[in-house]
């Protein structure tokens, strides 16, 4: 089974600080993807990746950036903390030859203070 | 614009009875769709998917759905709900040719009664 692991499942960060989540799949999947989460609103597709150094803006990239250097890794990035980032946030992979479904990594529960 | 609405935001049924819910999307063409659960504290685990073909489609845990191209829709239905199936119920679509790229709807959390 495709594994996908989100380094940190809760993290308190201060307003302004740069963070970083990362994500890791031990599969080689191409796709990559980050999403948030937060209640009323569902899933919302932040950014994603086809390939390493490649990377394509999903609904909501505004305040966020991304890293894919390896295949395996595909970091998000926080440039500036605000409150209002306070989210949790899923990490999925994807590969064609997946029968169509996500793998979702178990989501990093960020806190901006 | 495509989108996906979950018309329910929350459900309480009895243990024992039936469950539909419901799903709604905007699409030009015909999507790939999906369900996902989420269990409390738990990632999201897929339930059921749809490509094409038989339109009443099975999955884990004894959910079923059928997709009416028609109505744009995409109900997810078990006939005997369980207290374990109490959680947070997401429909998704997709095409193949965005890349796996999907679009969530809002959610229906799920709670069953004794």
């Known amino acids: 089974d495709v594994k996908v692991t989100q380094s940190s499942r809760y993290l308190v960060k201060r307003t302004g600080e740069k963070v970083f989540l990362e994500c890791v799949q031990d599969?080689?999947?191409?796709?990559m993807f980050w999403y948030r989460q937060d209640p009323g609103l569902g899933l919302r597709l932040i950014y994603f990746?086809?390939?390493?150094?490649?990377?394509e803006k999903g609904d909501i990239p505004e305040g966020y950036s991304v890293s894919r250097e390896k295949k395996e890794r595909f970091s998000l990035i926080l440039e500036s903390a605000s409150t209002n980032q306070t989210s949790m946030y899923l990490c999925?992979?994807?590969?064609?030859?997946?029968?169509?479904?996500?793998?979702f990594g178990s989501g990093t529960r960020l806190t901006v203070v | 614009a495509q989108s996906v609405t979950q018309p329910d935001i929350h459900i309480t049924v009895s243990e024992g009875a039936s469950l539909e819910l419901r799903c709604n999307y905007s699409?030009?063409?015909?999507?790939?769709l999906f369900w996902y659960v989420q269990s409390p504290g738990q990632g999201l685990q897929l339930l059921l998917k749809?490509?094409?073909?038989?339109?009443l489609v099975q999955g884990i845990k004894g959910f079923e759905a059928e997709f009416k191209r028609s109505q744009s829709s995409f109900n997810l239905r078990k006939p005997s709900v369980h207290w374990s199936d109490a959680a947070e119920y997401f429909c998704?679509?997709?095409?193949?040719?965005?890349?796996?790229?999907?679009?969530f709807g809002q959610g229906t959390e799920l709670s069953v009664k004794p």
């Open positions: 999925a992979t994807w590969a064609p030859s997946s029968n169509y479904g996500y793998t």
């Open positions: 599969m080689d999947h191409e796709n």
């Open positions: 990746s086809y390939d390493v150094k490649m990377k």
């Open positions: 699409y030009g063409a015909t999507p790939y």
């Open positions: 749809y490509f094409s073909g038989d339109t």
């Open positions: 998704a679509v997709g095409k193949h040719n965005q890349g796996g790229k999907l679009i």
